[in-house]
């Protein structure tokens, strides 16, 4: 195979003309940058609007343990539309009915409701506390009818 010569590509075209033809190119493309891709200021606000809530809900998201028990709730994949996935330990796996998150007036809140053998409807409803990384509130344990004051740690 014949190698090609550096300048082959470009017969029409003498040496010093070659970078001219390179300004006005580069110049369009960052017109086009400018303009299409760079975000509108409506836009940017919006999106801050909307951004920070579901970034800040999402700081719940991980191993949590209850230093009472060694009870782990697992929270994953927070939705903006106050979805998750939740998993209940004690320390086999516990069935989580439902989990809800939302963040109101700057405070984020979690309810989950298990449903399994010796948790019959038992519930958490939970606030968390970004100066101290953790989830309280109260557990209120369907089987007694009894409502306690608990917190959970996140786990490292």
Known sequence: MALLNRGSYL????????GKGLFPCLLLL????????????????????ESPGLSD??????????????YILQLQDVKEDGSLVAGYFNPRPIKVFQA??????????????LRDVNYPGSTYTLDYDPVS??????????????????AFERMK
């Open 57 to 70: 809900i999402k700081r719940i998201e991980g191993f949590w343990v209850r230093p009472d028990g060694g």
């Open 100 to 113: 809800k998150v939302r963040l109101k007036e700057g405070v984020i809140s979690l309810f989950v409701e």
């Open 11 to 18: 017969p029409n075209l003498q040496a010093s003309q070659v």
């Open 133 to 150: 990384d953790r989830l309280h509130g109260v557990y209120f344990q369907a089987a007694s009818g009894q409502s306690f004051q608990i």
């Open 30 to 49: 960052i017109i086009i940058c400018v303009f299409y891709l760079w975000p509108m200021p409506g836009a940017t606000q919006t999106g801050a609007a």
